[in-house]
Nanobody, 127 residues
Framework: QVHLVESGGGLVQAGDSLRLSCAAS????????MGWFRQTPGKEREFVAA????????RFAGSVKGRFTISRDNAWNTVYLQMNSLKPEDTAVYYC????????????????????WGQGTQVTVSS
């Protein structure tokens, strides 16, 4: 059973930065792509960023491209989401997720390609 734990959320002002972390356990982290998604009340969960198992390929939602970056440390079984120049519209619960297929070549933006999810961490950006 895979267990994912997000941390690093909080309340910040517009323009500030935050770094989210997601620690994974339960299977070979190195073999699986990881993704970050976010959700606000009443809205569908939306893709934010993803990274392949090797870290060679990244993918970002258009709304965060140039402001957010994703990275991973396979030695520590952790994936990170660095969020810069935060905006009020970035306010959401952020979830990390682990791909259902080992060794996928691309970083998928499709939430249905991910089989394990963390509990989420709240990010609130005030204007």
């Amino acid at each position: 059973q895979v267990h994912l734990v997000e941390s690093g959320g909080g309340l910040v002002q517009a323009g500030d930065s935050l770094r989210l972390s997601c620690a994974a356990s339960g299977r070979s982290f190195n073999d699986y792509a990881m993704g970050w998604f976010r959700q606000t009340p009443g809205k569908e969960r939306e893709f934010v960023a993803a990274i392949t198992w090797s870290g060679a390929r990244l993918r970002f939602a258009g709304s965060v491209k140039g402001r957010f970056t994703i990275s991973r440390d396979n030695a520590w079984n952790t994936v990170y989401l660095q969020m810069n120049s935060l905006k009020p519209e970035d306010t959401a619960v952020y979830y990390c997720a682990e791909d259902r297929i080992a060794g996928r070549r691309d970083a998928s933006p499709n939430q249905y390609d991910y089989s394990y999810w963390g509990q989420g961490t709240q990010v609130t950006v005030s204007s």
